[in-house]
């Protein structure tokens, strides 16, 4: 595989490289044989609507529930996955859509579920859960829904949200559809002086060109077609941020940013403190601009010249096996334990190697309770290939500590711990690399490479953040903001955050109409503070704390039995202080320390 560039047919795929989807189905009938099961079964869910006044009830429906929630999952994942493998197999593409439309209908069937169990006096449930046994393990899922009592509509509210929902997310859509189908960006000179087209996907490699006229005119062109539907973009984005701060007053929170947080419980106060923090430490981020200007040798240093590296290395070829070994010394801090499973996953059938034709890109890791936890790659034989197999590696062992531990209704992990796991292992393996890098080009680039991932998990993204509280706020407060109040405080961020060295030019300041999980309200402040965690962890980890491989495995085997602000402070890692994120800030520096002495 590695030298051929013809990219094979999935057939061509050696067997040892693909993953075993057959431990969940040996074979076609074997899936159609549940599917019918799953289609028989689940509607008697619907059976229970109006009993769940009685215990005995409501114990059965959770437990048929549960049956046919995990057959229904199983089905879904294989499904997909199957589908994943080569995207072009209309028989896959047809169970797909089997099982998709099916699952939307059985998300109807234990609808009055919720409302029924909110309709039902607090002391019965608390009643239950104190009295009976068999109730003690659904204790949170139960708190869990009575703690948002106050915020459930009546029955006919409800009902008329639900269909409003469509129109109220017409923003996202609408933003979509013109950034990416509609707008057009013309053409740009390559480092070859040929004619390209600039489009979206390809604006990140013209971006980090070594040729800076290609990446000033990637740039100026870019946010100059941007700038030429700025008010529209700024209507689409406050229509969505009303939609939001809409469904919080109906729902009676009292912010905006409340609704977000208050259903995982996380306090306001996180939110607000990873901003603060990071503001407190912005001469860390100035610094680091000031350093680049100068390894870069530029007289000035412009917004389109922050992307390109330090320094260019030759790309080394890394065979899987190879990736594997790396993946291992990198690790090898977690402890036995988890490398044994780790390299059991690879041995076993977990991951999907290679690309072939028609399969789908990039990599996630993937399956459900009664699956093993599958990593689909397309690996290219690069350092950024391994980087990405410890990444859904750390997500897949994540699933399986929790799935091994946890009972079904909370093995799933809330998106305030996704990501906390992967990045923890993409820590220790860029820590170890530049560790026992001896060639000083090789660790240059590597240095640069964990500060980039810095500066864009973590002070991009609460750069955003704060952004995105000043529009909500803003709006929330009846002020009306246009595409030059937009405009201005994206610029006024920009300034601040990247401090005296920085040119920030005018362009810049049509960023935020370009960033759609703006869309997606109050979603990224969650990339920093999963950073932030997951650096907390490595750096106990590689310290030698006491206990600090268990406290972490015991983070992973934790799922979503709690809160994720409690899961996390169970481990040792307080969100709700500063000391994570200045964790954090703290490799920043020890980095730019590094990068001073070149």
Same mark, same amino acid.
Do not use: C
């Given at each position: 595989m590695e030298d051929n560039k013809v990219v094979k047919k999935r057939e061509e795929i050696n067997l040892e490289d693909k993953w075993k989807l057959e431990k969940i189905y040996a074979n076609e009938d074997a899936w159609e044989k549940d599917f019918n099961i799953l289609k028989k079964e689940s509607p008697k869910l619907r059976e229970f609507a109006g009993k769940l006044n009685d215990k005995e009830e409501i114990l059965k429906y959770l437990e048929l529930n549960e049956k046919?929630?995990?057959?229904?999952?199983?089905?879904?994942?294989?499904?997909?996955?199957?589908?994943?493998?080569?995207?072009?197999?209309?028989?896959?593409?047809?169970?797909?859509?089997?099982?998709?439309?099916?699952?939307?209908?059985?998300?109807?069937?234990?609808a009055f579920f919720v409302p029924e169990i909110l309709a039902l006096p607090d002391e019965f449930i608390k009643d239950l859960i104190k009295n009976d046994e068999r109730f003690k393990i659904y204790e949170f899922m139960l708190m869990d829904i009575l703690k948002e009592k106050p915020h459930i509509l009546t029955k006919e509210m409800e009902e008329l949200l639900a269909l409003a929902s469509d129109c109220l997310d017409a923003p996202s859509s609408i933003h979509n559809m013109l950034t990416n189908a509609d707008m057009s960006f013309g053409n740009i000179k390559d480092e070859d002086g040929d004619e390209v087209e600039l489009t979206e996907g390809?604006?990140?490699?013209?971006?980090?060109?070594?040729?800076?006229?290609?990446?000033?005119?990637?740039? !100026?062109?870019? @946010?100059? #077609?941007?700038? $030429?539907?700025? &008010?529209?973009?700024?209507?689409? /984005?406050?229509?969505?941020?009303?939609?939001?701060?809409?469904?919080?007053?109906?729902?009676?929170?009292?912010?905006?940013?409340?609704?977000?947080?208050?259903?995982?419980?996380?306090?306001?106060?996180?939110?607000?403190?990873?901003?603060?923090?990071?503001?407190?430490?912005?001469?860390?981020?100035?610094?680091?601009?000031?350093?680049?200007?100068?390894?870069?040798?530029?007289?000035?240093?412009?917004?389109?010249?922050?992307?390109?590296?330090?320094?260019?290395?030759?790309?080394? !070829?890394?065979? @899987?096996? #190879?990736?594997? $070994?790396?993946? &291992?010394?990198?690790?090898?801090? /977690?402890?036995?334990?988890?490398?044994?499973?780790?390299?059991?996953?690879?041995?076993?059938?977990?991951?999907?190697?290679?690309?072939?034709?028609?399969?789908?890109?990039?990599?996630?890791?993937?399956?459900?309770?009664?699956?093993?936890?599958?990593?689909?790659?397309?690996?290219h034989n690069e350092l950024n290939d391994v980087s990405t197999l410890v990444h859904e590696m750390g997500h897949s062992l994540h699933s399986y500590y929790s799935r091994k531990t946890q009972p079904y209704y909370y093995a799933g992990y809330t998106l305030f711990c996704a990501e906390v796991a992967s990045t923890t292992n993409e820590a220790l393996l860029i820590h170890y690399l530049i560790e026992k890098e001896q060639d000083k080009k090789k660790k240059l680039y590597l240095i640069n490479q964990e500060l980039e991932q810095i500066?864009?998990?973590?002070?991009?993204?609460?750069?955003?953040?704060?952004?995105?509280?000043?529009?909500?706020?803003?709006?929330?407060?009846?002020?009306?903001?246009?595409?030059?109040?937009?405009?201005?405080?994206?610029?006024?961020?920009?300034?601040?955050?990247?401090?005296?060295?920085?040119?920030?030019?005018?362009?810049?300041?049509?960023?935020?109409?370009?960033?759609?999980?703006?869309?997606?309200?109050?979603?990224?402040?969650?990339?920093?503070?999963?950073?932030?965690?997951?650096?907390?962890?490595?750096?106990?980890?590689?310290?030698?704390?006491?206990?600090?491989?268990?406290?972490?495995?015991?983070?992973?085997?934790?799922?979503?039995?709690?809160?994720?602000?409690?899961?996390l402070k169970d481990a040792g890692v307080d969100m709700t202080t500063s000391e994570p994120l200045e964790a954090t800030i703290h490799r920043f520096n020890e980095l730019l320390d590094m990068l001073e002495e070149f």
């Open positions: 046919v929630s995990r057959l229904g999952e199983t089905l879904y994942v294989y499904a997909h996955m199957k589908s994943d493998e080569d995207t072009s197999n209309q028989k896959y593409q047809s169970y797909m859509n089997k099982i998709d439309a099916f699952m939307a209908e059985f998300a109807s069937y234990g390809n604006y990140s490699s013209f971006i980090k060109s070594k040729d800076r006229s290609v990446r000033e005119a990637a740039f !100026k062109r870019l @946010f100059g #077609e941007y700038k $030429k539907f700025d &008010n529209t973009l700024a209507t689409t /984005l406050t229509s969505s941020v009303k939609s939001f701060n809409f469904s919080a007053r109906v729902r009676k929170y009292e912010s905006p940013i409340e609704a977000s947080l208050s259903p995982n419980d996380i306090p306001v106060s996180v939110y607000e403190n990873a901003i603060k923090t990071i503001n407190d430490n912005l001469s860390s981020l100035h610094r680091y601009v000031k350093i680049k200007k100068k390894l870069l040798g530029l007289e000035q240093m412009h917004m389109y010249d922050l992307y390109v590296p330090i320094i260019e290395v030759e790309k080394e !070829k890394i065979s @899987f096996d #190879e990736g594997v $070994k790396l993946a &291992n010394e990198g690790l090898k801090p /977690l402890g036995e334990e988890y490398l044994n499973l780790f390299n059991e996953g690879i041995n076993s059938g977990w991951i999907d190697k290679y690309e072939n034709k028609g399969k789908r890109g990039g990599a996630y890791s993937w399956g459900g309770y009664d699956t093993m936890p599958y990593v689909l790659l397309n690996y500066r864009t998990t973590v002070f991009r993204q609460l750069m955003f953040a704060e952004f995105e509280l000043y529009t909500h706020n803003a709006l929330n407060a009846g002020e009306a903001l246009t595409a030059a109040d937009y405009s201005a405080k994206w610029h006024e961020l920009n300034a601040n955050y990247f401090g005296p060295d920085m040119v920030v030019d005018e362009d810049i300041d049509m960023e935020w109409a370009r960033i759609p999980h703006f869309y997606s309200d109050f979603y990224v402040y969650q990339y920093a503070t999963g950073y932030a965690a997951a650096s907390a962890f490595a750096n106990a980890i590689l310290e030698g704390k006491e206990n600090a491989v268990e406290k972490y495995k015991g983070f992973l085997k934790a799922g979503g039995s709690k809160y994720p602000i409690d899961i």
